[in-house]
């Protein structure tokens, strides 16, 4: 890892050779100095080399320091910032490329799982549905009516400001029983506090994302303020990212997507993470 971050900064063609072989290093701090070297270089040196990785964790690692090198975080835009959709398309079309049934013919080939692949245990898990803003409450109620009557026992709903109270207290009275969680998509700000609070009265297994997607610290102050847990989804997009989310105490559940946090060994990392921590 030393002797990657001593290329930080540096422009140096045989870099780019130097650092490709630890994009795959299974120590994700190696990968970041790897990575971090990498967009240092002009992107026409290596933008063929990423399209045309093979092995998924050196072409994750690739095409992140392509979207980096060359694209601005949509915060981060000023007004009339040109989007490279030339550049976009071709990360789209290399990531929806990536050979994903490669894992499971290898599990297929030593007659295991890929939970037993990943180290998992085998349990049942309670099946659940996300469902979006209805027309009306009651119509909202009818849909998830629907979806408790084919076994469904865990239900997210979608919410905003002025979708949340009300179909909250229809849907608890209806169903008092069920696992009920809420996601907000950053809908809130922490000057809403007194409606995040009333939602304390409905005993939510979790509240998700209910502030901004990058601001870790207002989530932490948040959840200073609430019973509810809260739940951190895009926000989480490493490990490290989770890590930090936990030592602030932003969360303490945590949505977890494959391809936004880097794929499955990722994925194997905050779950060791989480486990650890209780």
Request: charged content about 25%.
């Amino acid at each position: 890892r030393r002797r990657l971050e001593g290329f930080h900064g540096r422009v140096e063609a045989s870099i780019i050779g130097e650092v490709w072989p630890h994009l795959g290093n299974a120590d994700r701090w190696v990968r970041w100095a790897a990575r971090t070297a990498l967009e240092h270089q002009p992107l026409a040196g290596w933008e063929q080399r990423a399209l045309a990785e093979v092995v998924p964790l050196p072409r994750l690692e690739a095409l992140m320091a392509m979207a980096r090198k060359g694209g601005v975080c949509p915060t981060h835009r000023g007004d009339g910032h040109d989007v490279d959709t030339g550049l976009r398309d071709k990360l789209v079309e290399a990531l929806l490329a990536m050979d994903t049934g490669k894992l499971d013919a290898e599990c297929r080939m030593d007659g295991i799982t890929l939970a037993e692949r990943l180290g998992a245990m085998p349990r049942l898990v309670p099946a659940g549905v996300a469902v979006g803003i209805q027309p009306s409450v009651a119509a909202l109620v009818d849909v998830v009516a629907g979806y408790v009557e084919q076994g469904y026992r865990r239900v997210k709903l979608k919410i905003e400001p002025g979708w949340d109270i009300d179909l909250l207290r229809a849907v608890r009275a209806e169903f008092p029983h069920i696992e009920l969680t809420v996601d907000a998509n950053s809908a809130y700000t922490l000057d809403m506090v007194d409606t995040l609070r009333a939602i304390d009265e409905f005993d939510l297994h979790y509240i998700e994302q209910p502030l901004h997607w990058d601001d870790m610290v207002e989530h932490a102050r948040l959840a200073t303020m609430l019973r509810t847990p809260i739940c951190l989804d895009e926000t989480l997009t490493s490990p490290a990212r989770v890590r930090d989310a936990l030592d602030m105490q932003a969360c303490s559940v945590v949505n977890i997507k494959v391809g936004r946090v880097g794929g499955l060994q990722a994925v194997r990392d905050i779950h060791d993470l989480c486990v650890s921590r209780g």
